[in-house]
């Protein structure tokens, strides 16, 4: 069995570790990346004794599947946590504040905490405290947006000042346009067992302290950053006999009886038995278009977002206290969603005597995600200088850009999934995987890139039998 891997993201490296190292009969593995380097948007820069994540700086820890590979790839010794206690604040109302201790995406699993924050105006507390006598909302078999769900529930203000702030900044959309089933299905499932969320975040609370678990971070990644990962299942897969391609980018893909061609954009034409698609939402919708094309259209209703990551590095003398926080989330207007200080959250990012700070721009900030480089810069470094009082231009500046790259799962996602599986179905040997479908998180593209090949070597077996 010969299977092809589309796109060489953590996705694609994770399928065809499973194909050689996983669970199943070993397959022959060709890996295509058109780009010039493993990773994708995993990508860790080294630089004058700095670690710069261009892309995901973490991952979490309740979803196995990273820490699994780590472990199966040796690197469970390089996996740390973040620094010291966790500090984390939300910009709203004028000023910095802490997160409420026991604070969630959305909901507090301790009352009192939230009860006396500064976040929430006593006005809009009072409104999230009906959830507790709410009916229950929600239809079965009926998405609707995590925005309107949490509105209706808890009211605007913790929508505006929580959940946006929060949810939005790691799926770069706003909670308005987010599918419930596709991103918090856990929601659903807290108000069909509880009614209302908070009593439900609260009970999960107690449960979790009760066993032991406390309020640590989940937050976990590599002495050398994520690209420790990447660098280690390369080397890995070719050790253990991968064909793995840098520069070269599949341009077509025709069935050809039972088994499949690929066309490369360097001429070559690859006979394979099966097709993992991990190239994203625009790879996918191309290369279905002709063998595919309603898995294709069904692909091409996947919005995709643009986001900007600035990364800033300061002298500590910059600053007039040392910063501590791991960073903020903004709930007031600003040019930026938030920022993560690296050199707080994670050991060995910088040196003592520098600050490393990461401010991200969604584009639903507005045109400032796409604004030029000297505009962007101006708009982070003084809103930075507004809030921390910097005193000192950076010494080192990178921005990376990641345009229309992160695909958005808007209410409805689950079912566009389903059509793009369903528009597959005469072609079993061939599957969909990654952040486009099913899990933006490194995780969520670490199972799934491994399902995936599982499914796509079974469905040929299906074919030839
Ligand atoms: C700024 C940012 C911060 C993030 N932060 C986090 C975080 O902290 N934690 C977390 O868990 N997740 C985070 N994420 C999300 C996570 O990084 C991504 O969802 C995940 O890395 C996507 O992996 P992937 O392999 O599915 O896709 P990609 O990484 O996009 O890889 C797809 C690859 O396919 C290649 N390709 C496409 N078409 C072809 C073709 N026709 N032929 C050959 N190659 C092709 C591309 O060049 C690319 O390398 C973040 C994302 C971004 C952008």
């Not at 860790?44 to 973490?58: A, K, N, Q, V, W």
């Amino acid at each position: 069995m010969r299977l092809l891997v589309v796109g060489g993201g953590i996705t694609g490296l994770a399928a065809a570790w499973e194909a050689v190292r996983g669970s199943g009969a070993p397959a022959e593995v060709l890996l295509v990346e058109a780009s010039d380097r493993f990773g994708g948007k995993v990508h860790t820069e080294r630089t004058d004794g700095l670690l710069i994540e261009h892309g995901p700086d973490s991952f979490v820890a309740y979803r196995p599947a990273a820490l699994q590979l780590a472990e199966e790839l040796g690197l469970s010794g390089d996996v740390i946590s973040t620094s010291g206690t966790r500090t984390v604040h939300l910009r709203a109302r004028g000023r910095l504040r802490p997160l409420p201790a026991g604070m969630g995406m959305v909901l507090p699993s301790r009352l009192w905490p939230f009860v006396t924050t500064g976040i929430l105006s006593p006005a809009d507390k009072l409104r999230a405290g009906l959830d507790l006598v709410l009916p229950r909302r929600l239809v079965a078999g009926e998405d609707i947006s995590i925005g309107a769900f949490l509105r209706a529930r808890l009211g605007g203000g913790i929508v505006r000042r929580f959940a946006d702030p929060m949810i939005g900044g790691i799926y770069g959309a706003s909670v308005d346009e987010l599918s419930l089933d596709a991103v918090l299905p856990s929601l659903r499932s807290d108000e069909a067992a509880h009614r209302s969320l908070m009593l439900a975040a609260i009970a999960q609370g107690r449960k979790a302290r009760a066993g032991g678990r406390g309020p640590g971070s989940p937050f976990r990644t590599f002495t050398g950053g994520l690209g420790s990962l990447v660098d280690a299942l390369v080397e890995q897969l070719i050790a253990a006999g991968a064909d793995l391609r840098l520069n070269t980018r599949v341009a077509e893909l025709r069935p050809a009886g039972e088994r499949a061609e690929a066309v490369l954009d360097d001429g070559s034409v690859e006979a394979v038995d099966a097709i993992v698609l991990a190239g994203g939402v625009t790879s996918s919708v191309a290369l279905l278009a002709v063998p595919a094309p309603g898995s294709s259209s069904a692909m091409s209703r996947i919005p995709l977002a643009t986001s900007t990551v600035v990364t800033l590095a300061y002298p500590a003398a910059a600053f007039g206290t040392p910063v501590t926080s791991h960073g903020w989330l903004e709930a007031d207007p600003a040019p930026i969603s938030g920022i993560t200080v690296s050199s707080a959250k994670w050991a060995g990012r910088a040196g003592a005597d520098t600050v490393l700070i990461r401010a991200f721009v969604p584009e639903r900030l507005g045109p400032i995600a796409t604004a030029d480089d000297a505009e962007l810069l101006a708009a982070v470094t003084g809103h930075l200088a507004d809030v921390l009082g910097t005193t000192e231009p950076p010494g080192l500046v990178r921005i990376a850009r990641w345009p229309e790259m992160m695909p958005k799962y808007t209410v409805g996602h689950l079912d566009t999934v389903a059509a793009a599986d369903a528009g597959l179905a005469h072609l079993p040997n061939w599957r969909l995987a990654g952040s486009a479908v099913r899990g933006v998180g490194v995780p969520d593209c670490i199972a799934d890139g491994r399902r995936q090949v599982a499914l796509a070597l079974s469905g040929r077996a299906r074919v030839g039998a």
